[in-house]
């Protein structure tokens, strides 16, 4: 069996969206022992972003085709999606919204002929568990409800143009934990971690399940 995990952090340490991920995939390989595991470091190997201007480029150009190099990347990041039986993904908020490494990674496999917008489906019914992590609270009732675009963009990509059935697992408060301004909600930030933590396994152990399936 084969997981695909994407990372986003640019923290290699201290890390709650990495920490979250490897409870997820502790699940699945307790289940596939045996399986794979393919990397994409979005944090310590972001992706170049003239690749996709290229990219993009040839398509509303076709004299001017994208490099080699280009098109090359783009083969080479289908390919680990497309050889994947199950997925994880790993993805702090950063300004409200997902890192630019993620969306250069976004924008770039959108334009994959089998896995963007005018494609086939191929990940379609495949399991996924995404892993969120938030600084503050973005919840109802919160001063910054609504701030949140990572999420629902995540949720739209993943679930509703790749197809994926997809599951997540979060945690809120992140930075309560070394900011003393926020002091007060560190017991809700634990909550948080502890139950992001909780559904992460979860997550992790029903992918492993559907995609043995």
Same mark, same amino acid.
């Given at each position: 069996?084969? /997981?695909?995990?994407?990372?986003?952090?640019?923290?290699? *340490?201290?890390?709650? +969206? $990495?920490? !979250?991920?490897?409870?997820? *995939?502790?699940?699945?390989?307790?289940?596939?022992?045996? =399986?794979?595991?393919t990397r994409r470091d979005l944090g310590i190997q972001p992706l170049p972003g003239d690749a996709w201007t290229?990219?993009? =480029?040839?398509?509303?150009?076709?004299?001017?085709?994208?490099?080699?190099?280009?098109?090359?990347?783009?083969? $080479?990041? =289908?390919? *680990?999606?497309?050889?994947?039986?199950?997925?994880?993904?790993?993805?702090?908020?950063?300004?409200?919204?997902?890192?630019?490494?993620?969306? #250069?990674?976004?924008?770039?496999?959108?334009?994959?002929?089998?896995?963007?917008? @005018?494609?086939?489906?191929?990940?379609?019914?495949?399991?996924? %568990? !995404?892993?969120? +992590?938030?600084? =503050?609270?973005?919840?109802p009732g919160t001063p910054k409800e609504g701030w949140d675009h990572a999420t629902p963009y995540l949720r #739209?990509?993943?679930?509703? %143009?790749?197809?994926?059935? /997809?599951?997540?697992?979060?945690?809120?408060? #992140?930075? &309560?934990?070394?900011?003393?301004?926020?002091? +007060? /909600?560190?017991?809700? &930030?634990?909550?948080?971690?502890? #139950?992001? @933590? *909780?559904?992460?396994?979860?997550?992790?152990? $029903?992918?492993?399940?559907? +995609?043995?399936?």
């Amino acid at each position: 069996m084969h /997981l695909f995990r994407l990372d986003a952090s640019i923290r290699t *340490e201290g890390s709650v +969206s $990495r920490a !979250l991920a490897d409870t997820a *995939e502790q699940a699945w390989l307790a289940e596939h022992p045996g =399986g794979v595991v393919t990397r994409r470091d979005l944090g310590i190997q972001p992706l170049p972003g003239d690749a996709w201007t290229a990219l993009a =480029g040839a398509v509303v150009n076709p004299s001017a085709p994208a490099p080699a190099e280009a098109r090359d990347l783009l083969d $080479r990041l =289908g390919q *680990e999606l497309l050889d994947a039986d199950a997925f994880l993904f790993a993805v702090p908020m950063y300004n409200w919204n997902v890192p630019a490494q993620v969306k #250069t990674w976004l924008d770039l496999i959108l334009n994959h002929p089998q896995l963007g917008v @005018h494609g086939d489906w191929p990940l379609r019914g495949k399991p996924a %568990v !995404l892993v969120l +992590s938030r600084g =503050g609270g973005y919840g109802p009732g919160t001063p910054k409800e609504g701030w949140d675009h990572a999420t629902p963009y995540l949720r #739209t990509i993943l679930a509703d %143009v790749f197809g994926l059935d /997809l599951h997540i697992a979060e945690a809120e408060l #992140t930075h &309560a934990f070394w900011n003393p301004e926020m002091a +007060s /909600l560190r017991g809700l &930030a634990e909550e948080s971690l502890k #139950t992001g @933590h *909780e559904h992460a396994a979860e997550h992790g152990l $029903r992918a492993a399940k559907l +995609s043995a399936a």
